[in-house]
């Protein structure tokens, strides 16, 4: 196989970080010697994680295996999801802000027809559910376990205990029609077509403050890993938890 330099868009921050906390993993469980240092095997993390790169390709590079690159990658996914914040974690950073966006998103994922709990109607495809919290700036504060695609967002965000931990702040929180009945601080727009004059500015005024977060999602999407995951689902949160600690201390 043939092998060649390439370059990732991220700070040699994010590296550090992530040398760091293996560096103390290694520690911890006792580790004398392994085919890669930690900082190789941040590297190899990052690379899959931020550019999607298979095993076989990451195991060519770094001249280790493929079974190698594999255990190397989830145990750096590990570490990270385990210092993931959880919502009531976020939550605290969270009331300090003048409000909140709230939204969903599908991760794609490659699964059949038959597949019925992981097919998204909305989407029309295959994937996962997560749900994200931004600041007024669109900037990436908290994103959810993911979820089976089939499952509605409004469902979603009551399951995770988003609903209740912003109702129990008294946080205003913008959405989208697809948490229309979620009560409490949850502004959503009107439905209708032929909605009064004083209604459709205030959708378009809710419009504008709500597109924001699409930048959060973009956000997780910059990880090319999310655009298609090809792991088994049970492996998808962690994924996710991990990318929302780098994003963190990239930022």
Not at 161 to 179: F, N, P, V
Not at 228 to 248: D, G, Y
Request: charged share 20%; hydrophobic share 45%; glycine share 8%.
């Amino acid at each position: 196989m043939i092998v060649y330099s390439s370059s990732m868009d991220l700070s040699s921050r994010t590296l550090r970080f992530l040398t760091g906390q293996l560096a103390a993993r290694r520690k911890e469980i006792g580790t004398r010697w392994r085919r890669l240092p930690a900082s190789r095997q941040a590297l190899l993390a990052l690379a899959h994680l931020r550019c999607g790169d298979t095993y076989a390709q990451l195991a060519a590079g770094f001249g280790i295996g493929i079974a190698t690159a594999f255990r190397y990658i989830g145990e750096a996914i590990e570490v990270l999801s385990a210092i993931a914040p959880t919502l009531t974690e976020a939550m605290e950073v969270i009331r300090a802000k003048a409000f909140v966006i709230l939204d969903g998103t599908l991760l794609p994922i490659d699964r059949i027809a038959a597949d019925t709990p992981y097919y998204s109607g909305k989407h029309k495809r295959h994937g996962m559910n997560v749900q994200v919290l931004t600041d007024p700036f669109g900037r990436l504060l908290w994103a959810s376990p993911a979820l089976p695609g089939s499952t509605h967002d409004l469902t979603a965000a009551r399951q995770h205990g988003i609903i209740a931990a912003l109702t129990e702040s008294d946080l205003k929180c913008w959405a989208d029609r697809a948490y229309q009945g979620a009560g409490g601080p949850v502004r959503v727009p009107f439905r209708g077509r032929h909605l009064k004059k004083w209604k459709r500015l205030h959708n378009s005024s809710h419009a504008k403050i709500r597109c924001l977060g699409e930048q959060a999602m973009a956000t997780l999407k910059a990880w090319r890993l999310l655009r298609k995951l090809r792991c088994s689902t049970n492996r998808i949160t962690a994924i996710v938890k991990a990318v929302l600690v780098l994003h963190h201390a990239s930022t």
